[in-house]
């Protein structure tokens, strides 16, 4: 059975007979069906029942209801209420607007809107570079999406991948400081969604495209690239390149090795297979095989292919590899998968380079699960917070989109990444780094602050990747 979740926790409202040992039997039931016991608070109590509140971790929507039918079967328990926690965050949405000056006098009303307001339109008309300092353009990203690549669902469409804009919004709020806005357009073709973003470009100081499919995410990024004034980042395919080469970095110092010694395979040649793949051949990386569900990439087999593909099979396989994952993986060194669950074999684990590196990314499953992974590798990193060395884009995107604002950037630079990724590497001392901990946690406040930083640093000239 997969991991309890806080994703799938409830809370339930028992009713129970008081009487001694008996919320223990409540206890064993929760314990015997696979769950994870959370908190448990007292509503009321008299002299024949207790109410209690009782939080509870489940592994599936499947799994809570197994819980809540080995609940009923303790004799005298009533349920009352079930809440499921994740469904009542999300109620009423997760996102609300607050003004930052209140208009409570008539004094308030003339500056912040007529007749005051009119001085500061001809000002950013004047120099339209004002805005960012007069409107909320110096502080706000939109956040776009089509709807077509969401989390593992997949093509969902826009007003169901709200949920997500949303909490990435959260995110940036929370961690940078950024003012984040999701933008889920409903639309599918790439002509429509880079005019729909151009025409609504003002109002922002930066784009992060989010959840589009390959291979229309590249055409999307590059032609958004070319005709606004500011920046453009795919976080699917740039964020988890930066933090996949963050984890590599502190992977390497734990381990006294070279990024030019290594043998690595990518499982995934996707949005986010392509960007890591590139960012890895930056760092050093001379072998490196991608493969995906047709085989191992091929310069000869690209005939049709989009030019990302064609790209991404010329500058990897430097030993013209052809085959399964089975065969890629056999002697590499390491493994990076931004693909699907479970295609990782414990066989074939097995006939890597003795201490591999397993990167393990795909959500919420695995390419293989870290249990087995461990036996054979020297490190493991996943894309869960469940478990050790959580690969997060939250690690990069919200202090990549802080340093961003704060410099006024026009664009997204390869210096940039390259500059973001050694500053969240930066952020693990050496007296903290271990095998359970090349990457900082997610709550660590030094890591924006780095992030925003180093991109800052870094503002200058570009070099298109």
Known sequence: MPACSPSFSLTVRLRIPNVPGMFARIAEAIGGSGAALGSIDLVSANHTHKVRDVDILASSEEHQYQILEAIAGVGGVEVLEVHDRTTQVHVGGKLEEHPRYACKTYDD???????????ICKMIKDNSALARRYTIRGNTVAIVTDGSAVLGLGNIGPISALPVMEGKAVLFKQFANVDAFPICLDTQDVNEIVETVERIAPVFGGINLEDISGPRCFDV???LAERLDIPVFHDDQH???VVVVAALINALKLLRSRAEDLRVVV???????TAVSALLLEVGVRDLTVVDVTGILHPDDMQGAHPKRRWLAQVTNPRRLRGSLEDAVRG???FVGVAAPNILSLDALRTMAPDPIIFAMANPDPEILPELAQQY???VATGRSDYPNQINNVLCFPGFFRGLLDCGAQRVTLKMKLAAAHAIASVVSDEQLSEDFIVPS???PMVAEAVANAVSANC???RRL
């Open 460 to 462: 200058g000239s570009y």
């Open 377 to 379: 590798a020297a490190i």
């Open 442 to 444: 997610v709550f660590n």
């Open 267 to 273: 499982a995934g040649a996707g949005a986010a297979g």
């Open 109 to 119: 009303l003339s500056m912040l809107y007529t007749p005051g307001v009119a001085r």
């Open 332 to 334: 590499a060194n390491m």
């Open 221 to 223: 990024e590059e032609r």
């Open 239 to 241: 964020g988890t390149a």
